[in-house]
Structures are given as C-alpha cells and as structure tokens.
C-alpha cells in the first residue's frame, strides 16, 4: 500500500460545480498535511495547510480525519482557472523533512 | 515568486555519460531538496540538506550524490546515467523542516537518457 493515495482521475466537470478529492495515508502518526497545485508543466505551489479543525479559503475547504485517515478538499464554484493537478503531502512522524506526495488527481474544468 | 533557479531547464544525454543538475537560491533558506516526478509515482525526495555540507537521502537515492558547498547552491549528480533516470527534477527550498514551512519550487528541469 502506498503511503499516500489518492484517485488520479481526472475529474471532468462544468464550471460552477462543486467537486471534492480525497487522499489517505497509511501512517496514522503522521503530523501535518497539505494540499499543493500544480499547473501542467510547472512547478508545485502550496494552495493550503490541511488543519484538524478543518480550514476554508475562499471557494477551497480542506479537512482532516485522523480517525479514517484522509484528507479532503472542495472546490465550490469551479472555475476554469482550477484545472490543475491537486497534491496531496503528508509530513510522517519524526519531521524529519521528509514530505511524501500522492501522485495527484487531475481536475479538467469544462465550460 | 522565490528566488530558485534550475540549471539547466532541459536535457538530453546518452546512457553512461555524468550528468550534474544546479539548483541556486536567492532567498537564504537552510533546507533543500531534489525531487524527481515521474507519471504514477508523483513527487519523490532523492536528497536533502539541512545546511552547507550537511545532506541527507532521501526515498530514491540510488544513482544520485548532491553537494552544497554554499547556502545558495545544491548540485545533482548522476554520476552515469541509465534510463530509468529519464525523469523532470525539481529543487525546492524552505526555511522550516516542512512541518509547518511551506516548499518553493523551482520550475524544473526536464532529463532525458537516451
């Protein structure tokens, strides 16, 4: 099993809908999590910390369950602007520095 | 945007010959690292530092050595190329070990072994 999982996609739908990823981890000690964008062919960008009370951003809200191990991430209102890649990353025990990136899912906004 | 440039952005090169990636900082951060992605596996760590001469490997190390002789610079090197190591190589930096930092990218460097 990997240590981080998420469905690759993609997730194709209409501007303004709202969609939803998860991720799950395997390891149940781990510390704290993000959600990265990366846009086709560019470097990764932090798009938001994944906090245990749940954090909100605008149209994006990202929450954590310890209990089941995983995270999530709505998009509300979907532009066109939000097709990207969405990872997942996870800090495991020890920070040791070492994040573990899921390998993405894919998000296609159509007109 | 952070100050991290990779050198250079794309090559090509042949199975067997050393191969030396660049990444230089602008921004005084103590943490650095070398990802490489590759379709299906996502990002993977293959080097980090936690300062000049201090290094550390990461989940994919084999068939890579990093340096940092200064705070700004953190080479890559494959000291021969195979073509499994075909891959895009990201550096990323970042002031904290990443538990609450975040991680600035650099925008990649693309390899191919032929």
């Known amino acids: 099993r990997k240590e981080v999982e998420q469905d690759p996609g993609p997730f194709n739908v209409p501007e303004g809908a709202t969609v939803a990823f998860n991720c799950t981890y395997s390891?149940?000690?781990?510390?704290?999590f993000f959600w990265y964008r990366q846009d086709c062919r560019k470097e990764p960008k932090l798009l938001m910390s994944?906090?245990?009370s749940g954090n909100e951003d605008g149209r994006f809200t990202a929450q954590l369950n310890r209990a089941s191990q995983y995270i999530s991430l709505l998009i509300r209102d979907s532009k066109l602007s939000d097709s990207a890649t969405y990872l997942c990353?996870?800090?495991?025990?020890?920070?040791?520095?070492?994040?573990?990136f899921g390998q993405g899912t894919t998000l296609q906004v159509k007109p | 945007d952070a100050g991290i440039t990779q050198s250079p952005r794309h090559k090509v090169t042949e199975t067997g010959t050393p191969v030396t990636l660049r990444c230089h900082q602008t921004?005084?951060?103590?943490?650095m690292y070398w990802y490489r992605q590759d379709p299906g596996h996502g990002l993977r760590l293959i080097h980090y530092?936690?300062?000049?001469?201090?290094?550390d490997k990461g989940e994919v190390s084999d068939g890579y050595s990093v340096s940092r002789s200064k705070t700004e610079d953190f080479l890559l090197t494959l000291e021969s190329a195979t073509s499994s190591q075909t891959s895009v190589y990201f550096c990323?930096?970042?002031?904290?070990?990443?538990?609450?930092?975040?991680?600035?990218f650099g925008e990649g460097s693309r390899l191919t072994v032929l």
């Open positions: 530092s936690y300062g000049v001469k201090d290094t």
């Open positions: 990323a930096i970042s002031e904290s070990r990443t538990g609450a930092g975040e991680l600035f």
């Open positions: 390891n149940s000690a781990s510390q704290s």
């Open positions: 990353v996870v800090n495991p025990p020890g920070n040791t520095g070492k994040l573990i």
């Open positions: 921004e005084n951060h103590r943490y």
């Open positions: 994944v906090y245990s």
